[in-house]
């Protein structure tokens, strides 16, 4: 009886200090730096992200590798803009929908807060992240996809949106703010692309790009002749690059409107389709939105 009382002993003691076996991780696969950048603030440890455009990646040309497709059918969750941005990645994320959980964030937004598609007839234009309080909703969406594939988790994904979204209005009222420093004949925005219209809708600033939404066609000499001429007519002061689309096209703007007799500046490198480098300030959501309105107001003040 004291050796089989001894073994249970021995027996309860083994089992108990067996290591805990780790519940396994959602794998999520995101397309853009800004949805990487929330959907990672949400999960936390709870999830594994996989973002497949890093910084300076032009989501418009952007062409799926082998190596994504492999990364794209392993993934619990893919997390995607939709709206067109991803045009050539599209295609492939529609033949896996059967069989995955692929969210198109940018259709979350209601479509009466959509802006038409100036490119594509019958389409919205994708950049719905300038808006921050369009990306607050973003946030959400996310939040319930999470927790429906996770419920295990619901307390985590909710605080962490809790706090995101507190964190956001924040942002909105710095974003406010900023640009009343500016008088109404000094919101003027040129940018490379077409990508600020939800920027200039809720902030009130009136925005042209020397390409369309997408950047898959280049801008003739006709293109920069015209903005050429607004510029020098309206007087404006600066002019922006963007990060992900190539400089040479606003440097003949402005070289362009030089030769019309006012001198513009490039006022800066502006965030539009991608975030800056990981591990950045402006390699996050909030960094870059922040980046962006102090580097316009910077300039055209």
Known sequence: MKKLFLFTIMLSFVLTAQP???QKKLNVVTTIGQITDIVTIIG???IEVTGLMGAGVDPHLYRASEGDVHILSKADVIFYNGLNLEAKLGKILAKMKRDKT????GESVPKNLLLDSEDYVGHSDPHVWFNVEHWSLVAQKISNVLIEKDPDHTADYQKNTDKLIARLKTLQTYVLNRSQELNKTQRVLVTAHDAFRYFGKKYDFEVVGLQGISTESEAGTKDVAELADFIAERKIKAIFI???VPERNIKAVQEAVNARGWNVEIGGELFSDAMGDEGTV??????MITHNIDTIVGALK
């Open 20 to 22: 805990a076996v780790a």
């Open 44 to 46: 936390g440890e709870n």
């Open 102 to 105: 692929i969210v198109a964030l």
């Open 242 to 244: 963007e990060s992900s």
């Open 282 to 287: 402006e390699g996050t959501y909030i960094g």
